[in-house]
Structures are given as structure tokens and as C-alpha cells.
């Protein structure tokens, strides 16, 4: 789904998701020295509210949150028809969490503690 | 009347004491959250956009707020992503300041915090000062060093913490211990090298720790060495941690000495040895483990009976085992099919009427009535 608030200003909108206040702060320096407009949830509940606005063009989202699981917070959008891309952030190193994030429909998986260069690179492959 | 006037007095000072403490205190701490937020930015734009201009001046260094955005920056990246971050610590002089708060004397929350900090930020630069207080006075001083060296894969610290073993509480022990896992691999050989000339220690020497960590750490290739110890090893205790670490990390090369050690006159032993069995997975050893099941002892007749659940073939074996003339055969036998779930599938088969008569056999050996005849 195309932003129009992004078509019209030209940055693309990030959603980012986690209740760990450093990674949401390297997150957000990195994506806004990169050129994009973030926008930060704590919680899942929160995740979950700002996504069905319909204005992301990608979201990042924890796999552990209080509140909603990252892959309930992905069921429940796509039970609403929203579809935006959303890339899982996990410290958990389990198949079964990977395999059940790509199931609900992340497009893709990258493990905690990340390397920034990589996620960067995801994010723009994803959004290219 | 006085006395009480008097003691009505110094409780309202104090309780108003309390709360201006409560009240100072929280602001700190406020003040505190703030600055570790500015910080957490100042160290983000370091990272995202390495040559950052944004100034971090000496006196952060000796901000309890920054070493905590530091370490929570550090938790976030893997290792490849922190180069940028070494920088930072460097121009702040970090490792300097917190080291300097180590020497000090008093106050010890303040040393601990700065060993903390320091086994916390894992700055290679700091292995020296940390090398420095393995040897220090306080136990948890030297118990944060080692794990700030192990953090840091200082692999030098490895031999000074078994050198340490010995002379150390149990408390101490099992923190190294712990310690020593962290370096992986790299402790395989010093471990099992410190083992082969301690493993007749006489006392508590920590010796047990040290052989479990091996499984923890996981190499298999250490298996042939450790079953070596099998043969000499006096203490029971060690012989017994050898064993369970063989069951993790042995593979069919420990199968040998653990078939000596499924006749040892300890039953501790036997009943080990079976459940190392059940791990390796090799179904070679099922006519041993059947033979278990009419030991003397509850323990082995337990752990062999739940090895040959877990091996392939052995279910037939202990469906085999019902009949068998012994009763403690037969109980350890029926025990163990219905602890995996052989009882419930046999009574569904029953009931579906799809079950053969060894089903009806376990169920009638568990007193269970006949669900379909009842």
C-alpha cells in the first residue's frame, strides 16, 4: 500500500516497534539520518493501532512485546486486508519463532543483537 | 509527657526526612533517565553515521547515565557493529576513568559498579586492568572480571582462573565456572588439561564444575580424552559428572567406557551411565539397558526403562519386558511405556478397536479396566 502523505513529501514512513528503548533510538538516528520519517510504538497494542492507519510503507517490528506478539500483531493485520511489508526483529534463536513470523507474514527475519549496516540494507531492499 | 513530646518530634523529622529524601531522590533519578535518553541519541548518531562530529567530552566518562546508554547501545548490536562505538570509548576515556574507580580502596559499590561497567562494555582495553583484579580481595570483584575477560575473549585470562580454582568458595567456583563457559570452544583444551591433572584432587576443588562445562560448551571432540578419566578417576562424584557430560558430548566413542560403567558397584554410576546411553542415541546398547531393568536398584531400573523409550527398538524391548518372571522387570517396564504415552495410545487403540495384544496386556499390567469389555 503507497502512502500518500510519503508520495507527497517523498519520505517513505517507517514504522518501528520495541519496548527497548536503545534500539528504538539507534533505529530511529539511523533511519532518519537515511532520509526516512519514523514513527516509534512501545508496545505491540500501540504497533497494532498506528499500522491500521494505513499511512507506513514498512514497519520493524519485536517478535516480544508487552501487550501484543509481534506475529498476533501481523495476524491481525492481515485479517484487516492491511498489507505493508514488515520486517521481524528477534532475540529468540528458535526455528519455530522464525518459521512462525514468516508464516504471519513478515517478509522478512533478522536476529538481536543486530548489525545496523544489514537491517539498513534490508529495509531499503524491501522498500525499493 | 516529655519523652513522648520528644519522640512524637523526632518521628515527624524523620518521616519529613524520608520524604525529602524520596522526593530528592526521584528527581535524581529523573534527571538521570533524562540524560541517559540525550546520551543514547548522542551514541546512536556515532553509530548510524561513524565519523560523527557530535562531541562526547571527557566528563561523560564519568557519568553513571552514559556508561548505561553505552552498554544498552552494545547489547543492541552484534559484534561486527560496534567498531564505531570503540571510538567513542577511547575519546571519552572511559576505560581510564572506570579503571581508576577500581583501584580505589572505598566505597565498594563504587568499585563494583565500575568492574560491572567495565565487564559490561567489554572493551579489549580494558583486559588488563581486569587480568589485574582476577586477584583481587573482593569474591564478586573477581567474579565480574572474569566475566568481563570472558566477554571479551581474552583467552589469557582462561589459565588464571583455573589457577584460581582451588583456592575458591563454592560460590566463586561455580561463577568462573559459569565464566569459563562464555570463552566456548576456546576453554576446551585448557579445561580438559586442568582436569586430567585434577580429577583425583583431594577435597573440594571444583573439579565437577569444570567437567559440566565441557558439556555446556559442547565440543565433541573432547569426548575421547574425558572418557579416558573414566578409568582413573577414584571420586565418584567425578565419575559421575564425566558421565553425564559424556551423554551430551561423548557420540559412540564413549560407548565403550560407559559399558564399563553400567557394571560399576555404584548404583549412582549404573543409573547414570543408562541415561548417557538414552542421549548418545545408539540402539547397539539396548540389550545392556534390557538387562538393567532387573537391577537392584529403583534408580537404574528407572533410567534404563526410560533410555530404551527413547531408543529405537527399545519400545519393543519393554513391551517385551511385561512378561518378563521378575516384577520389578515388569513394573519398570510398565512404568516407563506409561510415562511416553504408550498406555493413552494403547487404550485409543483399544477403543478404536485397533490394538493388538500386547496393548491389551499393558493396559490389564496397569489395572486399568477394559474400556471396551466394561
Known sequence: ?128 | MAAGTVMFAVSVLLLFAVVVFKWANGRRLAARQKRRVTYLKLLSQHVAAPGSTAEISIKEADDDAFIDALIDIRHALSSSSIDSLDGVIDRSGLIRHQAKRLRSRFPLGRRLRAVVSLAEIGDPGAARILMHHLKDRVPEIRVQSARGLARMRHTAAIDVILDRFHDETRWVQTRFAETLALFGRDAVWPLIAWIRVNHNYQGDGGVTEIIRILGIIGDSEVGPALAELLYTAEDPEVRIAIIETLGIIGGPLALRPLRRMIQSADWRIRAKAATAFSKIGDPSINPILREGLGDQSWWMRRNSAAALASLPGGIDLLYEAIGAPDQFTRDAAAEALADCGELIAARDRLESGKSDPRDAQLISYMHIPDPVTS
Do not use: C
Request: charge should be negative; hydrophobic fraction near 45%; aromatic fraction near 4%.
Open chain 1, 1 to 128: 500500500m503507497q502512502n500518500e502523505e510519503s508520495n507527497k513529501s517523498g519520505l517513505k514512513r517507517i514504522l518501528v516497534a520495541d519496548d527497548v528503548e536503545a534500539v528504538t533510538t539507534l533505529l530511529v538516528t539511523a533511519l532518519e539520518i537515511a532520509g526516512y520519517e519514523v514513527v516509534v510504538a512501545e508496545n505491540g497494542q500501540k504497533a497494532y493501532e498506528l499500522g491500521t492507519t494505513g499511512e507506513f510503507d514498512l514497519a520493524v517490528i519485536d517478535q516480544l512485546m508487552p501487550g501484543l506478539l509481534g506475529t498476533e500483531i501481523l495476524q491481525r493485520w492481515q485479517g484487516e486486508g492491511i498489507d505493508m511489508p514488515v520486517i521481524m526483529l528477534s532475540g529468540v534463536e528458535d526455528d519455530d519463532v522464525v518459521v512462525g513470523s514468516l508464516d504471519s507474514g513478515a517478509i522478512d527475519y533478522v536476529h538481536k543483537p543486530f548489525r545496523l549496516p544489514e537491517l539498513m540494507a534490508r529495509i531499503r531492499k524491501n522498500l525499493s
